[in-house]
């Protein structure tokens, strides 16, 4: 297997939790890149949910070994609680989970600062996860953010929290009128979660490019989706890190040529959370039908996804971008029983009629999808294992948006569990 990337090809949720689970039973190493606990990755074992945020899917396989590498922004209370209900139901994390010493750390004032502009935001709200990721991603750029090694030295990690629980606090309590934060607090339990966590703080740019160099296979999980990216995706609707194959390069610091084959997670249909547009959402009967059916509710956050229908326009944006190789085609069983499956493969807009996913959310915003109806399907498939066994409805589907797509997909799946998936 060569070094191998996952990545949303959507807006987030499209399964990423179960293929890499499914995946990365293959691989020596998984190695997690960018965005924080904001992505919510669920995997189904038999009866059991794991639902994991900053720790990387692999961590269900006990002989891989998994990094949260440099382009991570990590709430340590959060990393700590996911590693204890883990090795609390029987996962060895322990040694086999490697903490980057360059990845920055969330603070609660990058929360509370999360939440505060949400709210002064009003109408206008993005509908973050509210996990304080975009506020940590900003003081990272504005270089005054606080990164995982520092906090080895107690003395310089307290003052750099004082300086910057000091700026924030003017802005929380002048600009957003609301109670300033403890400094001394927040040190003293970040110092504590430093000490648990030193065992898993490592240099992880060396040993994922020593694990390359020995021929050992990786694995880069992404999260969120393509279209959240922060430069191409749905900008202001997007999240503060690079959710695409773009992001690896930078996120783990290795060569681009060493990113040697890039898999696409592909819904059958499309989600949103959040805000911002969303060309194919259908806010009526069937819409809600997909969200039922397909459980579509936040692993993070609970909220009710929005629903809608495959969009070509956007998903063949995403694999210009990313240079798919392959995709996998999530929760096909979700549509059976349609009469028809509409497929965007258009937008109208004012000056005519595009295939191109345009660059402006506002221009975006007015896309009226020019839909194909494909046939829908009936049954019950979540116990298909052979793709020859499918309706041929549903292969038809399958088919469609390959050659619309132009990547073929490795595997289909029918159902949360490992064992429900088809591959080709
Ligand atoms: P943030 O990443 O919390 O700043 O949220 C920014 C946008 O990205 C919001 O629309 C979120 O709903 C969305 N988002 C963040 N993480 C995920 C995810 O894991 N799945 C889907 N959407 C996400």
Known sequence: MPTVCVIGAQWGDEGKGKVLDLLSADADWVVRYHGGSNAGHTVWLGNEKFVLHLVPSGILHPHVRCVIATGVVVDPRHLLEEIDGLESRGVKVAGRLFLSDRAHLVFPYHV???KLAELRRGENRIGTTARGI????ADRASRIGVRVA???EPDAFRRHVERNVEEKNALITGLYRAKPLDAGAIVAEYLECAKRLRPFVSDTFAMVGDAKRRGERLFFEGAQGALLDIDFGTYPFVTSSHPITGGVTVGVGIPPRDVERV????????TRVGAGPFPTEDPGDLGKRLRERGGEFGSTTGRPRRCGWFDLVACRYSCELNGFDA????????LAGLSEIPVCVAYGLPNGETTRFPGNVSVLERAVPRYEKLPGFDGDVSGIR????????AKRYVQYLEE??????SHVSVGPEREQTIVR
């Open 112 to 114: 509370e600062l999360d």
């Open 134 to 137: 975009g506020p940590a991603y």
């Open 150 to 152: 520092e906090m080895s």
């Open 263 to 270: 898999i696409g997670i592909f819904k059958a249909y499309t």
């Open 327 to 334: 995709g996998v085609l999530t929760k096909l069983d979700v």
């Open 386 to 393: 052979n793709y020859r066994d499918l309706p041929v409805e």
């Open 404 to 409: 619309h797509l132009e990547i073929p997909f």
